[in-house]
């Protein structure tokens, strides 16, 4: 182990959904404010190896890296605060832990041992964490769920041992809980602090700083009775107040003297921290001069969660207009003929987002139709590319039951169907894929370069002639009908450097109307907003204004 890499583990006490992903990746962009490099790691607790397969209702977005591992939608956060370059070793789940130790017993590699919690599974879990620390200054290793569950436990006594592995000045232990207000008491209380803090000690856990979620400042009084408890000091009782936006966490954090605390307890000496770009940011965020609505016509509407990335997106594409974006969620069932010009009439600008299965699939169609015929933005990422092909197929070619093998096997016209065989640049290999290849397993995954051509909207969002962004499907244009829908007002901007795969389609006579192969959603920074989200909001806007 590289005797200067430092460690912070990031546990969850009280309970679920206070923001420990957030608050890790605020962490990271407060150390990489102070001039330090990062990395930050997910360890989830549940038995699947990972997100990949399961149910964005339950579980939020699946957040795909440049290598193409689907993982927790946390790691967008990371991503989103920091510099890090994340991939397969930042995302471990129980599932993959116990797969690499079970594969290894069946190799012999335990030599006829009894294989065991601890220290195989410990180990495997330690081992883990380590992978993730080449050539940065600080690990943050946020782990899922709750102190208290019991699938996290083998997590934890992992992070217990790792404080002899790595040496008592080189981690901390940061752990997040609620601070309730209760308001037939007029005020704040302390006690599930002091019992999730007793469960992490009964572990033999101390930590070292609190971070306490909470609506309202908490006074030197509260810090201090919270620190007589549970035994930290009273500058390590940090609040971590509700905010209006997300990106003011790490500004809320400074004022509270975390990054001061963390590098004290860790022994770094750093610079002052720059966080003006932030506090910039914010506060466009916070007063922008205009509006735009854009309405999301998907199936996952009812759990904000899943389209997490995508939201992100349009608000970092908003404030680079010095814009507002209000998101409308429209469930796509609810969409049809009939219904749409009533439903949409609000719209600014239409988003579909990427999805799989056949639901709601006609409503989307009914939506990019209305957006086409009536010159509104139009977005479509992935699944909404499929459907513009298909409306456009349809409704202009002329070409009934036009379809997307994913919907219905048997169309007369599969504009988008499944390429049996394509040329994959990743692995410079002949990739096959029919119906019968596993589920999840035949995907196009992660980063994949995509040439633009000039003179397009492409290119007026990206000014360059090659981009990389990350993919997440199956199924792709059927280059039989690029000629027709060419020659019928389609514009074939960007595709894979073979030729082979078309990434991005627009149309002709329209004021913005695109659709991408990928997700470009996945990256977007405040910062750094993605281009194709910038020019949408900006396209939208003159859409509101045009009115
Ligand atoms: N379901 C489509 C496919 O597999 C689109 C996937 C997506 O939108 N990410 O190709």
Redesign the pocket.
């Known amino acids: 182990m590289a005797d200067n890499t430092k460690f912070i583990f990031v546990t969850g006490g009280v309970l679920s959904s206070l923001g420990k992903g957030l608050a890790s990746a605020a962490i990271g962009a407060l150390l990489e404010s102070r001039g330090l490099t990062v990395t930050i790691q997910k360890l989830d607790p549940y038995i699947n190896v990972d997100p990949g397969t399961m149910n964005p209702f339950q579980h939020g977005e699946v957040f795909v890296t440049d290598d193409g591992s689907e993982t927790d939608l946390d790691l967008g956060h990371y991503e989103r605060f920091t510099h890090a370059k994340l991939g397969c070793d930042n995302n471990f789940t129980t599932g993959k832990i116990y797969d690499a130790v079970i594969s290894k017993e069946r190799r012999g590699d335990y030599l006829g041992g009894t294989v065991q919690v601890i220290p195989h599974i410990t180990d495997e879990i330690k081992k883990s964490i380590k992978l993730a620390q080449d050539g940065v200054d600080v690990v943050i290793v946020e782990i899922g769920g709750t102190i208290g569950d019991i699938e996290s436990l083998p997590f934890l006594e992992a992070i217990r041992q790792f404080k002899a592995d790595a040496g008592k000045d080189n981690i901390i232990y940061i752990h997040l809980t609620l601070v309730p207000y209760i308001g037939t008491a007029g005020e704040l209380k302390t006690k599930p602090t002091q019992h999730s803090v007793k469960e992490l000690r009964s572990i033999g856990i101390q930590p070292d700083i609190l971070l306490c979620r909470t609506d309202r400042y908490l006074s030197d009084d509260i810090k201090a009775k919270i620190a007589l408890f549970c035994d930290v000091s009273q500058d390590a009782v940090i609040t971590a107040k509700d905010v209006e936006c997300i990106y003011e966490v790490p500004l809320v954090f400074h004022k509270e003297g975390l990054d001061d605390k963390i590098v004290e307890l860790l022994h770094i000496w750093t610079r002052a921290p720059h966080l003006d770009d932030w506090a910039a940011f914010v506060e466009k965020f916070k007063t922008p001069k205009h509006s735009v609505k854009i309405a999301i016509v998907g199936k996952y509407v009812d759990l904000i969660e899943s389209y997490k990335s995508l939201n992100e997106a349009l608000y970092h594409g908003g404030v680079a207009n010095d814009c507002r974006s209000n998101l409308l969620f429209v469930d796509s069932e609810t969409i049809d003929a009939d219904t749409c010009s009533g439903i949409l009439s609000e719209a600014d600008g239409i988003l579909v987002?990427?999805?799989?299965?056949s639901r709601g699939i006609e409503g989307k169609i009914c939506a990019a139709r209305y957006a086409r015929e009536n010159n509104i933005p139009y977005f479509g990422?992935?699944?909404?590319l499929?459907i513009a092909v298909i409306e456009f197929a349809r409704n202009v070619l002329g070409l009934e039951g036009a379809n997307?093998e994913?919907f219905d096997r048997a169309t007369p016209h599969p504009v988008?169907y499944l390429m049996h065989e394509w040329y994959d640049e990743k692995t410079d290999t002949v990739q096959i894929r029919d119906e019968t290849s596993e589920k999840g397993g035949t995907?196009r995954l992660g980063a994949y370069s995509c040439n633009i051509s000039k003179g397009t909207l492409a290119h007026a969002a990206y000014k360059v002639l090659e981009i990389s962004e990350r993919?997440?499907?199956?199924?792709?244009f059927n280059n039989k009908y690029k000629d027709e829908c060419v020659a019928n007002g389609m514009v074939v901007s960007g595709v894979s450097p073979s030729g082979e795969l078309v990434e991005i389609m627009e149309l002709k006579d329209h004021p913005w109307f695109l659709g991408c192969q990928f997700?470009p959603e996945f990256k977007s920074r405040p910062m750094d907003p993605q281009p194709l989200f910038r020019d949408f909001i900006a396209a939208s806007l003159k859409n509101k204004k045009g009115k």
Request: glycine share 20%; hydrophobic share 25%; proline share 5%.
């Open positions: 987002p990427g999805g799989f299965g990422i992935c699944l909404g499929h997307s994913e988008i995907m993919h997440r499907h199956r199924y792709e997700h």
